[in-house]
């Protein structure tokens, strides 16, 4: 053992396993480690349990549901994916989503006519300009996006409530082209789910094989080693806050288009699910590592929880216990089986020597 | 300035770390000085507050602020060691939600007395605190990440203890005893307690070597672990000390509002990292002390009952929070800036003679 590995205590390895064991453990490893399959065998696990309990779980009704419940948060994960990446956290998306669709309602009121592809460029474009202000403010500031993103929260949701200074907007204030997004099916799939999967496949893409977005996971493994080697650091995360608020604004124009009603607390709370999503996903919260496919799964998985409770006739209650039970899971899980590849890797290098 | 001309001695550094120091002692002079204008903000604040809001220097108003404020200043005060170690704990306004059901569940149906009913419950929070400590320490998982999941967690539990109901039948001696002033003023007795916990967790901080190993984990975990301070159980006992405080701050609402119910302090743990960060303490350990955070907690408390007395929303009133918070990490490292930089200028005036 070196001098370095006594530095963290907790880090205790035990034997190196031996011969065949070693083997067959590295196979069952692999296959946990890519986060993305173990998710879809929860998720499917899940589905299975629920359907076989009642069968109207997967029903084309339910299914609809399901896809329509999950497409919002599913956007949020993916645009905090990018964030958290970077070893960065936005806290304030849900106050964004509620600023967002709030204006989006005041926008049809002001002027009814406007066409919806205006109004979700506003949108976005509005989402996007938030997230330059907490973008802004932490590359001014030099400190950890956390306390900004914290403050943002407070600061735009606070603009919202002086905004909305108690008003409502109802469903019958905005055109019905706009709230046909909301319900709308194309071939049977809501067409907010096809937004959300347009909007992880390209994210996703992008992280995986463009230049910059391999950079992205540089800097969050180690930021000055980042700089070092040429990555300008501060427009990178500047740009990365810039998207997650231009995601979390189209998530806040969808979220008017679905439900109808807003009031200034649209959103309240959401952050945390978000976070949540995202590291049940498998992203890790410091940074360096996940994909948007893993937190969309993760997303998606939460939601699906949801709605097989109520399916399975456990008390609805239990559904906020058992996300918190997940997320200490899957960051326990992600840690176990670090140390066991740290722990193999190790032997092996002892083995060679 | 003593250290001023210690630092700026051009040994043979190079311009980067030059500029690294001279960035790192203006911001620790602006840091030392901080707890004395949070201080400063305060009373300013109050002062404006008591001339130009009506109602606000009065007995019964003064008597309301500082209920309201009992909650979050208790919280403040086991979250600043826990900030000052490099660590954080989401989940304490959970801790409380719960602490609270489970009382009113007691209360309900297990006969128990109230005394034996409080002892429990602080123990109950210690040991919600155990288990983060545990995650945390035992298992070397991220705080923020832990206390994010059981922030979820103890919430739902609280919502599985209780459902949507809530108890409310505590004897009317207990919930009045909450609330009451210490006799010939209009402080409420609940003010001492919270001094006494401010004095203790203020003593280890600063007066004890304990308090200083704080300072060292929060600056470097190894560092302090090689200088024979033992880290994880430092932190695991500050997770425990948390959730006992959590478990005091659940009795008092219960009491406060004589409602024990599954939504009890929800959100609170982030007005709680606000006066935390507003008080001074920097969110990456290592630098703060006890008198920002109280200062901080008591400016939180006066700018946001001023303007609810001047007739400003209540909801509206969360930019005033998001403002300063953003106010109070801006500008040290604004003001840093600026005082490296002039310092930079003054040494390329009148360069040191060989």
Sequence with gaps: MSLTDTGTPHRRTGNPPTGAGRHRRGLTERLLAVRELSLLLALGALILVTTLRNDRFLSGQSVKDLLLGCAILVILAVGQTLVIVTRNVDLSVGSILGLVAFATGSLFLAAPGTPWPVAVLLGVALGAGCGAVNGGLIAVAKVPALVITLGTLYAFRGIDYYWASGRQINAADMPRSFLRLGNQTVLGVPLLFLAAVVVVAVVGYYLRSYRSGRELY???SEPAAARLSGIPVGRRVFAVFVANGALAGLAGVLYAARFGTLDAAAGTGLELQVVAAAVVGGVAIFG?????????????????IGSSLAVLRIDPFWQQAVVGALILAAIGLDRLLALRMAARLRGRSAHGA | MAHDSLYAAPSSSSAETERRTGRLTGLRGVLGSWDVAVVVALVVAALLAGVSVESFATGRNVQFLLLDLVPLAMLALPMTLIVITGEIDLSVASTVGLCSTVMGQLWLSSGLSLELICVLVVLLGAVLGA???VFVTGFGLPSLAVTIGTLALYRGLSFVVLGDQAVADFPAS???AAVRDIPGTSIPVAVLPVL???LVFGVVLHATAAGRALYAMGNNDQAATFAGVSVARTKFWLFVASGAVCGLVGIF????????RGDNATGLELTVVTAVLLGGVSIFGGRGGLLGVVAGVLLLGVLRNALQLADVDAN?????TGALLVASVVLPNAVADVRARLHRRRQRANPVAP
Aim: aromatic share 10%; no cysteine; net charge positive.
């Design chain 1, 218 to 220: 540089a800097i969050g």
């Design chain 2, 196 to 198: 006494l916990l401010a």
């Design chain 2, 316 to 320: 509206a009133l969360t930019i005033v």
């Design chain 2, 131 to 133: 288990v983060n400590g």
């Design chain 2, 174 to 176: 207990w919930t009045a």
């Design chain 1, 288 to 304: 360096g590592s996940g994909s948007a496919y893993g937190a969309a799964l993760g997303a998606v998985l939460l939601t699906t």
């Design chain 2, 253 to 260: 609402w219960t009491l406060r509002y004589a409602s024990a």
